[in-house]
């Protein structure tokens, strides 16, 4: 089988899947339903039809950056144009690139991280083309998935310099482009940054002979980046004073915002029994967990809108969703602790590209989530590190592809089961107005 289906062939059929699995999701699912849509809606349409920034009390969304908003709600008046009776349904629908894009460049960031190993971009595509948070954002008009593709794009960039030690000044204008678009897509980016950053520094400890090159490669990176996000987050700061954030927050220290529970509560036997909104609020791992495999807040396989709790049945798919997502979410996490001690023992910067991001995803999701405080876990959304998923994949398919090097059979056999045991979660089948 092996030897008919090759990795290069099996990346293709992965980003092939990817994109039927968004396309019925996209197409299938409701633009006003799924995280924050409403919002997420009306800043689009207010860019377009005031031609301006909404200020505090005009739409929710207004701190956020507008680049993302200003494409989808450009899309969506073509589609008012052209008589769509739903024209929100383009914006939706601009995921499908977006996530085919993020697989294709998972793998090809394989590649240029472990040329030698063959099936290890195969792996990483199957793990974002099969992620339960990938298909089910992608569903939505949500602005993560382009956010994503961005993060992966901005990932294989730097590699691919770091990698063929390619410093020339065009690579790293285009690098600090592309990160300062991400950038004006979500605050989220800010982590791919710092990791690109971090890794250049590291080159440049770790590269004495290619120091004046890596030097200045970094700083065109950096002033790029700049010239395209810099003037947004100066108007955040002179209008509002938090130049990424604007919401409501506690005045007590930031180690006083949330109690022990927050951080340690193990969420048992609640997260394999009943893995839903109000249940496990406000325990970070286990809500993360319940959104990240099943559907903690009631948007995709069952509705909170129009039900209190899900029914028996759609209760068994979360509890099985969630048990299916164990070997998968240890091998990451392995994958990725080994990858980082690997990776800085050895300053190898390409690497750490993959290994520093999932950290700086994890530092950054407590510090937003400790900083603003609900009742509700609202703000415990998954989405909100959607940017490091490609990382991720590759952490998980790294460890994968080691223990599948004495043990392939086994090893690649359960990856198989798992994916097909995937499949039916991925997939839209109407829980929410359909």
């Known amino acids: 089988m092996a030897g008919k289906l090759g990795p290069e062939r099996l990346v293709q059929a992965f980003a092939a899947l990817a994109g039927l699995i968004v ?26 039809q005031h031609q301006r920034l909404p200020i505090r ?102 590699a691919r310099m770091l990698v063929r030690r390619h410093f020339q000044l065009r690579s790293a204008a285009v690098l600090g482009v592309a990160l300062g678009c991400g950038e004006m897509v979500r605050q989220f980016s800010l982590w791919t940054l710092a990791v690109v950053v971090l890794a250049f520094l590291a080159a440049l400890l770790a590269r004495e002979m290619e120091r004046r090159a890596v030097a200045l490669s970094l700083a065109v990176v950096v002033a790029a980046c700049a010239v395209v996000a810099l003037p947004w987050y100066v108007y955040r700061a002179q209008h509002y004073g938090n130049a990424v954030f604007d919401r409501p927050q506690s005045t007590n220290p930031l180690w006083e915002r949330r109690p022990a529970s927050f951080y ?45 709790r899900p029914s028996p049945a759609a209760n068994g798919w979360l509890v099985f969703q969630n048990a299916l997502g164990i070997v998968p979410t240890m091998l990451a996490v392995v994958g990725w602790l080994w990858l980082l001690a690997r990776s800085l023992r050895r300053w190898d910067a390409p690497r750490l590209l993959a290994a520093l991001l999932p950290l700086a995803g994890i530092a950054g999701y407590l510090f937003f989530t400790v900083s603003y405080p609900t009742k509700d876990g609202d703000v415990l959304k998954p989405t909100y590190m959607l940017t490091t998923l490609g990382a991720w994949g590759l952490c998980f398919a790294w460890l994968a592809t080691t223990l599948g090097e004495r043990r392939p059979r086994l090893v ?3 990856l198989a089961l798992l994916a097909l045991l995937d499949l039916p979660f991925v997939v839209y089948k109407g829980a929410v107005g359909f």
Not at 264 to 271: E, K, V
């Open 57 to 158: 009390g005009e739409t929710p969304e207004y701190y956020s950056p507008p680049l993302y908003y200003l494409v989808v709600g450009a899309l969506t008046w073509v589609g008012r144009q052209i008589g769509i009776g739903d024209p929100h349904k383009l914006g939706q629908l601009l995921n499908v690139p977006a996530v085919v894009g993020t697989v294709l460049l998972v793998a090809a960031l394989a590649r240029l991280l472990w040329p030698k190993r063959r099936w290890l971009p195969a792996v990483a595509a199957g793990f974002v083309a099969l992620s339960p948070v990938l298909t089910r954002t992608a569903a939505m008009f949500n602005p993560e998935p382009v956010d994503l593709f961005v993060s992966a794009l901005c990932l294989y960039l730097a």
């Open 412 to 414: 690649f056999g359960t």
């Open 264 to 308: 340690l509560g193990p969420g048992f036997p609640d997260l394999f029994t009943q893995p839903y909104r109000p249940h496990l609020v406000n325990l970070a791992g286990p809500e993360t967990y319940a959104d990240l495999w099943g559907d903690w807040y009631g948007v995709f396989h069952w509705s909170k809108a129009t039900q209190s």
């Open 23 to 48: 396309l019925w999701n996209a197409a299938a699912y409701p633009s006003g339903a799924g995280y924050d849509a409403a919002s997420h809606r009306e800043y689009a349409d207010f860019l377009i």
